[in-house]
Structure formats: structure tokens, C-alpha cells
């Protein structure tokens, strides 16, 4: 009985032995504990610092890059499992943590530049591994309150808040993780061109009405509604053209007093203010304007065509594969002006359009567009002689829109109208 006992004991612990390290190979395969990778984490200032060198970077300015950095992993539970910090990069467009020992699994990864001053994230940046990550930064449902604030362009440390995400992703073996940063604001600046002769008294600062006052901590192509702030955008001296200016990123409708020579006048912007991007606002000020209606014979989807100003004339972006009519009306002020004879003077016809006869009154021409790249034009100058013999030179220049584009509408009261352009993302 003792050796049939010590014989089954023996057994047993085979049994058990073998089925230990089973399990282990079990486990390093993958199981609960699978065996570490190794994670390369490189962190830009915006896409373009990801792919190339700083100082090939013409948009962004001394300044504009991260100062600090600060960036949670953490596992499909929202648990941080490591903190990463560094509080003296030196303006740098771009940092790289290599040698980040992870296990396989599902991970997210939150990165935040320069954003000790943001009240809002004191508790979030003070978290510490072992911790689970704030479920209004998992959700995107934190706000930042005026992250412009104490920004200046002309100072050379201006440290913009700026923040990036992954969604979440699988660790399965060793891999380099990209975050992109992204600033919280963007930057501005006004140009007034004077079309009427002379030079204009600007009697004020600009004031950009309506932006939010609140923006979301990661950016997604929406923005906070309630707050907004009334900004002033300085001009210095009599010259025409304001300093770069941070402002919060913002979805509304904007509106902008001004003023001219005495006369306070009031436009509106028709772009959005998206963070990370930098826009010039141009406004146009002159004694005569075209009212210029563009018509359908058979209207396409998302049709509507908007003409929008330019410094010396107009562009229209009408939908390919279309027949369509242009109307003119010559205004001074909001009076419309009796014009005796149109001209036309046809430049360089890319598209090509071709032209119909005029026929009815107050019709510029008729024509037709065909499919054509988005990138081809056709500029013409538009001449209009009043009763008195006056001529007046616009500049209309065409251009082929996709059909699946939405146009975006300017507007503005007389005689000022605004012409925001996106110059880069920074």
C-alpha cells in the first residue's frame, strides 16, 4: 500500500508539473500575462512636424511648439498603466519616448503640451499610474475655458495649450505609436484694402463678435455652444493691417464691426475658426460693388452658388457638368446703379465655358460648364459703363466645383465684405 500511495504521490506531482508548464507556455503565448513589446511613442506638433524638420515648418513661429509634455497610456479599462513627462523640451515640434514596455493588449494614449495653466486639467494632469483616466477626457466632454488668454504673438514663449488622443488600438508586438498635437486655438490677422481711392482713418479696433468662449479639449470638428466673447483685433497707427492675433476655435456665426472713416460698419465672416489654423481676413472697402446671381437651368445637388469677394473682383465656383446663368446688378451703397453697356473680356478659358448670347435684361451671359479638374479656371474682366459714362472693372474668375461640395455663403452690409482664406495649418 505504501508503494502503490508514493506511486500515485509521484504521479501526481508529474501530473501537476507538466501541466504547470503548460500553462506558462500557455500564458507567454498570450494568455492573462502575455510577455511584454516594446513601444516607440513619437509625439508632434501637428502633422507636418511628424514629417519633417522644424525648421522647414514656415508657418509656425518661434514659440508655437511644446514646452512641456505630459502623456497617460492606458489599458481597455481606462486604467493608466504608464505616465510620461518631460517639463523642459525647449520649443521642440517634436518628441520621442522609445523603450515603453507594455503588455499585449488594447491601449489608449492621451498626450497634453503646455497646459499647466489650464485650471481644467489640474486633476487630470496630477493623476498618477495605477490611477483610471477621467471619463470626461475618455469622452471628450471636458471644455477649456478661453485657452487663448495670455497668449501674445509678439512674445517668443507663447506655450498654446495643445492636446492629442489615439482611439483605442492593439499592442501585439513591438510597434512606433503616433500622436499628433494639436493647438487649442488659431491665429488671425485683418487686412483692409481700400478699393475707393485714398486711405481710409480706421477709427477703432476690429471686434470679431460671437466666438466661443469655451473650446473642447480634443478637437473633432465641432465646437461648444453657449458663452461667446467679443474679441478686439487691434490696428496700430493709420495702417491698415492688425497684428497676428490667438483666438479660441470657434463654429459660429461671426460678426465684425469696424470703424472706417467715421462710419461704423459691420460684416460677417463666412468660415469657421478651427483649431490649428491660420486665416487672413481680408476686407474689402470701395465706393461700387456687383451684385452677382448665378442660376440654374437644372439645378444639382447642393447648387447653390455664393460669389465671393476678392481685392479685385469676384469668384464663382459653379457645379460641373452645368448650364447655368449669371445676373449683375452695379450698386453704390445698396443703390443699384442703371448700367448703359456690359463688356466682357474673356482671359484665360480653361474650363473651357462656352458663352450664349445675351438676351434678357440685367443678364451678364449664359453658358455651360463641363466636367472638368477643380483646378482649372476661367478669368474674365467684367466692365460696366454707367449713364455718365464711368467705367467700372470687376474681375470675375470660375472655377469647377465637385458636385458633392457644399458651398459656404459671405455676407455682409455695405460696403465691406470679408474674405477669410486659410493660408496653413501650423
Not at 195 to 201: E, I, R, W
Not at 291 to 309: F, M, Q, R, S, W
Request: charged share 20%; aromatic share 8%; proline share 4%.
Amino acid at each position: 500500500m505504501k508503494r502503490i500511495h508514493y506511486l500515485y504521490t509521484l504521479g501526481l506531482l508529474f501530473a501537476l508539473t507538466t501541466g504547470f508548464v503548460a500553462c506558462s507556455d500557455e500564458t507567454a503565448a498570450g494568455g492573462e500575462t502575455p510577455r511584454p513589446v516594446t513601444v516607440s511613442l513619437q509625439i508632434g506638433a501637428g502633422q507636418e512636424a511628424l514629417t519633417k524638420a522644424e525648421d522647414e515648418d514656415d508657418k509656425a513661429i518661434d514659440g508655437e511648439f511644446m514646452h512641456t509634455l505630459t502623456v497617460f497610456v492606458c489599458n481597455a479599462n481606462n486604467q493608466i498603466v504608464k505616465k510620461l513627462e518631460v517639463e523642459s523640451l525647449s520649443d521642440v515640434a517634436d518628441h520621442t519616448f522609445d523603450n515603453i514596455q507594455l503588455s499585449k493588449g488594447s491601449y489608449s494614449f492621451y498626450a497634453f503640451a503646455n497646459c499647466e495653466k489650464l485650471s481644467e486639467l489640474n486633476d487630470v494632469l496630477a493623476l498618477s499610474e495605477g490611477n483610471t483616466m477621467s471619463a470626461d477626457v475618455v469622452n471628450n466632454t471636458l471644455t477649456i475655458d478661453k485657452p487663448h488668454e495670455d497668449l501674445s504673438f509678439e512674445s517668443g514663449d507663447n506655450r498654446i495649450p495643445m492636446s492629442g488622443k489615439t482611439e483605442k488600438m492593439q499592442i501585439t508586438s513591438d510597434q512606433t505609436v503616433t500622436i499628433e498635437m494639436i493647438r487649442m486655438v488659431s491665429r488671425i490677422q485683418v487686412t483692409v484694402n481700400n478699393l475707393q481711392g485714398g486711405t481710409p482713418t480706421i477709427g477703432s479696433d476690429l471686434t470679431l463678435h460671437g466666438v466661443a468662449k469655451k473650446v473642447k479639449l480634443f478637437g473633432d470638428g465641432t465646437g461648444v455652444t453657449g458663452d461667446v466673447l467679443d474679441i478686439s483685433i487691434p490696428f496700430e497707427g493709420s495702417t491698415t493691417s492688425s497684428n497676428y492675433l490667438y483666438i479660441p476655435e470657434s463654429y459660429n456665426n461671426h460678426r465684425f464691426t469696424l470703424t472706417v472713416d467715421d462710419i461704423q460698419r459691420t460684416g460677417f465672416t463666412s468660415t469657421y475658426l478651427v483649431r490649428n489654423h491660420i486665416y487672413l481676413f481680408v476686407i474689402n472697402l470701395r465706393d461700387y460693388k456687383l451684385e452677382l446671381t448665378v442660376e440654374y437651368d437644372a439645378p444639382p445637388i447642393g447648387g447653390i452658388v455664393t460669389p465671393k469677394e476678392t481685392t479685385t473682383g469676384y469668384e464663382i465656383a459653379i457645379k460641373e457638368g452645368s448650364t447655368f446663368t449669371i445676373k449683375a446688378v452695379l450698386k453704390q451703397g445698396e443703390e443699384p446703379v442703371v448700367v448703359k453697356k456690359w463688356e466682357i473680356e474673356v482671359g484665360e478659358n480653361e474650363i473651357p465655358i462656352t458663352t450664349n448670347p445675351i438676351v434678357p435684361e440685367g443678364t451678364l451671359f449664359a453658358g455651360s460648364i463641363p466636367a472638368q479638374p477643380t483646378s482649372n479656371t476661367t478669368t474674365l474682366v467684367l466692365k460696366a459703363t454707367d449713364m455718365e459714362d464711368k467705367v467700372h472693372s470687376f474681375d470675375l474668375t470660375i472655377s469647377v466645383k465637385n458636385l458633392e461640395t457644399k458651398s459656404t455663403p459671405t455676407g455682409s452690409d455695405f460696403p465691406m465684405l470679408t474674405l477669410p482664406q486659410v493660408v496653413g495649418i501650423y
